[in-house]
């Protein structure tokens, strides 16, 4: 982490206020779905929608990386996987008294558990997705 220049990632241009801008109208349309729509907003958030404005956006700044995007999909993949059970025990929780605050944070926990697995897991296999 300590190779990150966050000089730079604080740093904001007028391209950058476009992107906000953009991104956040897309997530704004998509909760607004969710108002009329339980299925077709799971469906729209199930998309990667923010892995591929993210990509957009990358390709659009260096077009000559393509094996930043290719690098940044391929961890999206591994990443995603520990996020699934969360999907499965937050429903289940709600059902059976849980409230959502506390059921959200110990989903949370549970899902940092499983991105920490992951990680230790697939090391062996030559994916090193939390280079040291």
Known sequence: MSKIPWQEVFSFSGKDLVKVLVTAVIILLVTKVQAFSDRLSA??????????????????????????????????????????????????????GWGFWPALGVNCLI????FWLTVVLLRPFGIDLMPK
């Open 43 to 96: 469906l729209l958030i199930a998309l990667p929608l923010t892995s591929l404005i993210a990509m957009i956006w990358m390709q659009a700044e260096r077009p000559e990386q393509p094996g930043r995007i290719a690098n940044h999909a391929e961890s999206t993949f591994w990443f995603v996987l520990p996020t699934m059970p969360m999907f499965l025990i937050l429903p289940w929780m709600l059902r059976h």
């Open 111 to 114: 899902t940092i558990g499983f």
